[in-house]
């Protein structure tokens, strides 16, 4: 079945340094990725989403590619900031059951200044 | 923006008892879903529904029942909770490929 692997639990950083969220897939179907963020005792909300294959696409400073090549969906930023401190969702479409997201297990992203 | 209500924010239940779960949507979307997360897990779908009279199963949906009475409203319900449904659940609605959430609701069974 559909499935979604986010390797990194938990990762700290200093502000103003570089970060990399990895995300890679499975799916049978063609391949429809985002990235929702969730700040402490938020609603998850839609950060950037692509399926056009190695087209970059960006929003609020972060930047992914989706590679169809290697099933990765990878989140980067150049510079965190102190608020980018949040819980960080790698999500597919799946395409067998009502269009739901299938969500990875999450990367806590902690900046500190 | 999007809007997706949920209530209770947050609930207290006893084990064996019925819990209710309740989210309403203004966004005329066909589709909702009901999450849970748990740390470790992140977020699971339990059902969905593709509009008024619809259910579904998603992928974790033992111990859960549905409602979808209308368009705007999707209901979650705990026919006796047990303390493995403490988590917390997002009611989400959705189109042209986007899930909209709602702030969530804390359920505790004790």
């Known amino acids: 079945g559909d499935s979604v692997t986010q390797t990194e639990g938990l990762v700290t950083l200093t502000k103003g340094l570089p970060v990399m969220l990895n995300c890679t897939y499975q799916t049978t179907y063609s391949p429809f990725l985002f990235w929702y963020v969730q700040h402490l005792n938020e609603a998850p909300k839609l950060l950037l989403k692509?399926?056009?294959?190695?087209k970059r696409t960006e929003h609020q400073g972060f930047y992914a590619t989706l590679h169809k090549s290697s099933s990765s969906f990878h989140l980067q930023k150049s510079s965190v900031q102190l608020s980018d401190s949040a819980l960080y969702f790698c999500?597919?479409?799946?395409?067998?059951?009502?269009?739901?997201?299938?969500f990875g297990t999450g990367t806590t992203v902690s900046v500190s200044p | 923006e999007a809007a997706v209500t949920q209530s209770p924010r947050n609930k207290v239940a006893v084990t064996g008892g019925k819990v209710t779960l309740s989210c309403n949507q203004t966004?005329?979307?066909?589709?909702m879903y009901w999450y849970r997360q748990d740390t470790g897990h992140g977020l699971r779908l339990i059902h969905y529904?593709?509009?008024?009279?619809?259910?579904e199963k998603g992928d974790i949906p033992d111990g859960y029942k549905a409602s979808r009475p209308s368009q705007e409203n999707f209901s979650l319900i705990l026919e006796l909770a047990t303390p493995s449904q403490t988590s917390v659940y997002f009611c989400?609605?959705?189109?042209?490929?986007?899930?909209?959430f709602g702030e969530g609701s804390r359920l505790i069974v004790v």
């Open positions: 966004n005329n979307h066909n589709n």
């Open positions: 692509s399926s056009t294959d190695n």
């Open positions: 989400a609605s959705g189109e042209r490929n986007t899930l909209y």
């Open positions: 999500a597919l479409i799946s395409y067998q059951g009502g269009r739901a997201l299938i």
């Open positions: 529904s593709y509009g008024a009279g619809s259910t």
